[in-house]
Nanobody, 127 residues
Framework: QVHLEESGGGLVQAGGSLRLSCAAS????????VGWFRQAPGKEREFVAA????????SYADSVKGRFTISRNAGKSTVYLQMNSLKPEDTAVYYC????????????????????WGQGTQVTVSS
């Protein structure tokens, strides 16, 4: 079992920035693909970004390309989502998730492929 903890959410004006963190103490986390998803009120959960356990490959939703950056720290125990040029439509609860199956063995954009989820952190962007 892997326990994920997100942090870094908050209220920001449009055009501002936030950095979300996803941390886990279990060593196994360092070997997992990690994804960020978000869910706005009344909408389905959607893919935002994902990163391999090595940190060498990433994937982004078209809606955030060029504005968001996903990364992992050197020890691979924390995954970050740097969010710049935020827009009101980015408002949602953001979740991190871990996938045991590996990048090439699964679709990192599919939430059903993920085995562990955090509780989520609220991001609100005001206009």
């Amino acid at each position: 079992q892997v326990h994920l903890e997100e942090s870094g959410g908050g209220l920001v004006q449009a055009g501002g920035s936030l950095r979300l963190s996803c941390a886990a103490s279990e060593r196994a986390f360092t070997l997992y693909t990690v994804g960020w998803f978000r869910q706005a009120p009344g909408k389905e959960r959607e893919f935002v970004a994902a990163i391999t356990w090595t940190g060498t490959s990433t994937s982004y939703a078209d809606s955030v390309k060029g504005r968001f950056t996903i990364s992992r720290n050197a020890g691979k125990s924390t995954v970050y989502l740097q969010m710049n040029s935020l827009k009101p439509e980015d408002t949602a609860v953001y979740y991190c998730a871990a996938n045991r199956k590996g990048w090439s063995a699964s679709n990192p954009m599919d939430p059903d492929e993920y085995d562990y989820w955090g509780q989520g952190t609220q991001v609100t962007v005001s206009s």
